[in-house]
Every structure is written in structure tokens, then in C-alpha cells.
Nanobody, 124 residues
């Protein structure tokens, strides 16, 4: 099983990034998928979640209106489009898979699989 994130980097405030998470080794279309982030010295934060079908999405208040989660079950990939980035968005971003057919949420634990993370730094 693998979850491989990509797309992180250094961006100026107000800029955009698109994170991708490529999944393999399990039935991707059966799992709700989340993005969870952790900044240095801070607790993990559930950022966004998308249901296994893609019909339902959830966002933390801190990113609502700026971030968009999506998935392509044919490509076994989940995305996080991040716009209007702020320095407070600086963190390691992790992709995580819920157990099959579990509901979506913004929890920071109780995931079946985790990726290694991709660093997002927002700075001028």
C-alpha cells in the first residue's frame, strides 16, 4: 500500500498550489480520503475530506472558501487545490485514507493509511 503526495513547495502569500496524492495497493474508490496538516510546534489539523464517491466534501473553517478537494477514482488520485495561501497554511500536508466505507470527517486519527507528507511553505 502506498500514498504518495506531491505538489508542495515554497509560495508567496496569495499564491496557489495543487497537491496530489497517488494511491496504490488498495481499492481506492472504497475509501474516503483526507488531507491532514501539521505545522511545527502545533497539533495536527484535519484540513479537508472527500467521500469515497466524491459526492461529499468537508473543510476546516480555516480553509473554507480557499481550498478545494477532489478525486479521480480512475486515476486513484486525490487532489487539494489551495488558493489565496497564507503564512498560517505553512505545514507538512499528509494524505490519509479512511477504512473502507467509513464516513468522511476532519479527524486527525483513525485512518487506515497515511502518506509521507509534502511540505508547503508560504512566505515572502
Amino acid at each position: 500500500v502506498q500514498l504518495v503526495e506531491s505538489g508542495g513547495g515554497l509560495v508567496q502569500p496569495g499564491g496557489s498550489l495543487r497537491l496530489s496524492c497517488a494511491a496504490s495497493g488498495f481499492t481506492f474508490s472504497s475509501n474516503a480520503m483526507s488531507w491532514v496538516r501539521q505545522a511545527p510546534g502545533k497539533e495536527r489539523e484535519g484540513v479537508s475530506c472527500i467521500s469515497w464517491s466524491g459526492k461529499n466534501t468537508y473543510y476546516a473553517d480555516s480553509v473554507k472558501g480557499r481550498f478545494t478537494i477532489s478525486r479521480d477514482n480512475a486515476k486513484n488520485t486525490v487532489y487539494l487545490q489551495m488558493n489565496s495561501l497564507e503564512p498560517e497554511d505553512t505545514a507538512m500536508y499528509y494524505c490519509a485514507a479512511r477504512p473502507p466505507f467509513y464516513s468522511c470527517g476532519l479527524q486527525t486519527s483513525d485512518y487506515k493509511y497515511w502518506g509521507q507528507g509534502t511540505q508547503v511553505t508560504v512566505s515572502s
